[in-house]
């Protein structure tokens, strides 16, 4: 799991990208708190061969990244 709420693009996607590139996870879940992130984080996600899913969890939102 990675949080990375706080932070402002494109951190959540290089918190990611570095994630993928150390173990190469078949599923990730990343927390962001802006819809750029979720956004940003997708296209990645997607780029990178994973299917994304988004839940609303109040004012943050929860991916799913699932090869």
């Not at 994630?19 to 927390?31: G, I, M, N, R, Y």
């Not at 940003?40 to 004012?59: I, L, M």
Request: hydrophobic residues 35%; proline residues 4%.
């Amino acid at each position: 799991m990675i949080d990375a709420r706080g932070y402002s693009c494109p951190m959540p996607v290089v918190m990611v990208q570095n994630e993928v590139k150390k173990s190469a996870p078949d599923t990730l879940e990343v927390l962001v708190d802006s819809q750029t992130c979720v956004e940003n984080v997708t296209r990645f996600g997607e780029k990178q061969g994973y299917t994304v899913s988004c839940a609303s969890e109040g004012g943050d939102f929860r991916l799913t990244l699932r090869k």
